[in-house]
């Protein structure tokens, strides 16, 4: 699929550049969706209809939560810094902390700092049924240096899709924030492929069985499922922009 994919991307370079109005539609449409994907899947109840009326209008939805709002607000608001700083910003520690700030500025129901590091271990129950222990808050900054290493070493060898996909899975498997690390790594895996010429992978709610089915995959070193679930989300996204009117 990887090969189809990037025959895909040419047939989008060689059409740019797009009209600015297509390009607006565009952009907003995977603004919109990656926000309430992104979202839904950590449990925010706003549907796609509410999500866009609140990020059009800038007017609040009756019987959803400030919490709810802000994260609304807040991953819009870590998309257009993605955007702003893709061309002059790659993948470090102090990224992930001011993306994780982003995700979390003005919410006060919480007992951590935006931006830092988690200070006590987290778990999570697996689709197996199973406990599955992240690093422990110990080793975070250690883990997250070998990440960081990790990256530079293969982005230049790794397909982007097969690059984003991984990195997306070693950050959720660290854990290394409180709250928040889905977002966090779906946006950076995102970083990832908008840098190199594709469009954002959006993981759908509807998916999300198979999304996390794919993580645990990986965590038995079994990548491949959740490589191919990002590169048919980025197909699904290349072939939208294709059938836009020229």
């Known amino acids: 699929m990887l090969e189809q994919i990037d025959e ?8 740019r550049p797009l009209k600015p109005e297509l390009m607006n539609i565009i952009s907003q449409r995977f603004r919109e969706e990656w926000t309430y994907h992104s979202n839904a899947i950590e449990g925010n109840t706003f549907t796609y209809k509410e999500t ?9 939805v009756i019987g959803k ?3 709810e709002h802000l994260e609304i607000v807040n991953h819009a608001e870590a998309i257009d ?3 702003e700083v893709i061309n002059v910003r790659d993948l470090t520690e102090r990224f992930f902390k001011d ?6 500025q003005g919410v ?29 808050a110990i080793h975070v900054s250690t883990e997250m240096e070998n990440l960081i290493r990790w990256y530079d070493n293969e982005k230049e060898k790794l397909h982007p899709i097969q690059l984003a996909a991984i990195l997306h899975h070693k950050l959720v498997a660290i854990h290394p924030f409180t709250d928040g690390n889905g977002r966090v790594s779906r946006l950076a895996m ?33 990548f491949q499922p959740i490589i191919d679930l ?4 980025v197909k699904n996204n290349l072939d939208l922009i294709l059938c836009q009117p020229k």
């Open 65 to 67: 939560s400030l919490r």
């Open 190 to 222: 995102n970083l990832i492929l908008m840098k190199n010429g594709f469009p954002p992978a959006i993981i759908r709610n509807e998916n999300r069985e198979e999304y996390y089915t794919a993580l645990d995959q990986a965590d038995h070193g079994d």
């Open 99 to 104: 993306i994780h700030a982003i995700l979390f």
């Open 81 to 83: 810094y993605l955007q």
């Open 52 to 60: 866009a009326f609140f990020l059009r209008a800038g007017l609040t």
């Open 8 to 15: 895909l991307r040419k047939e989008v370079d060689n059409r």
């Open 230 to 233: 990002v590169a048919l989300e």
């Open 108 to 136: 006060r129901d919480i007992k951590f700092s935006p931006g830092d590091y988690k200070k006590e271990d987290n778990h999570a129950l697996t689709i197996t049924g199973k406990i599955h222990q992240y690093t422990p």
